[in-house]
């Protein structure tokens, strides 16, 4: 099992910037795309951005410009750099991931969800 643990949230003004965290751990895994998800309060939950273990990147139209997401292959992170923060993007921000999980000799897919991490752009 492939955990993940966000953090780097928090409260900040229009036009801010913060910069958030996700770290994987568990037994033997290699992941293929992290990726980034949001949900403001009464919404459904959105994409936000990816990158695949390439560094392929794609970017929700809302974010393009403002967010770059980023990874560091050797540690399992993912990060998400966000600039020019707008009220619109307050929300619960959540990393996802997939790949594959060996167990022994059993090699399995995996796709895990952290448990978020809250962004508050207000004034």
């Known amino acids: 099992q492939v955990q993940l643990m966000e953090s780097g949230g928090g409260s900040v003004q229009p036009g801010g910037s913060l910069r958030l965290s996700c770290a994987a751990s568990?037994?033997?895994?290699?992941?293929?795309?992290m990726a980034w998800y949001r949900q403001a309060p009464g919404k459904q939950r959105e994409f936000v951005a990816q990158m695949s273990r390439g560094g392929s990147t794609n970017y929700a139209d809302s974010v393009k410009g403002r967010f770059t997401i980023s990874r560091d292959n050797a540690k399992n992170t993912a990060y998400l750099q966000m600039n020019s923060l707008k009220p619109e993007d307050t929300a619960v921000y959540y990393c996802?991931?997939?790949?594959?999980?060996?167990?022994?000799?059993?090699?399995?897919?995996?796709?895990?969800w952290g448990q978020g991490t809250q962004v508050i752009v207000s004034s």
């Open positions: 568990g037994d033997m895994f290699s992941i293929i795309v």
């Open positions: 996802y991931a997939d790949g594959l999980a060996v167990r022994g000799r059993d090699t399995s897919n995996f796709n895990s």
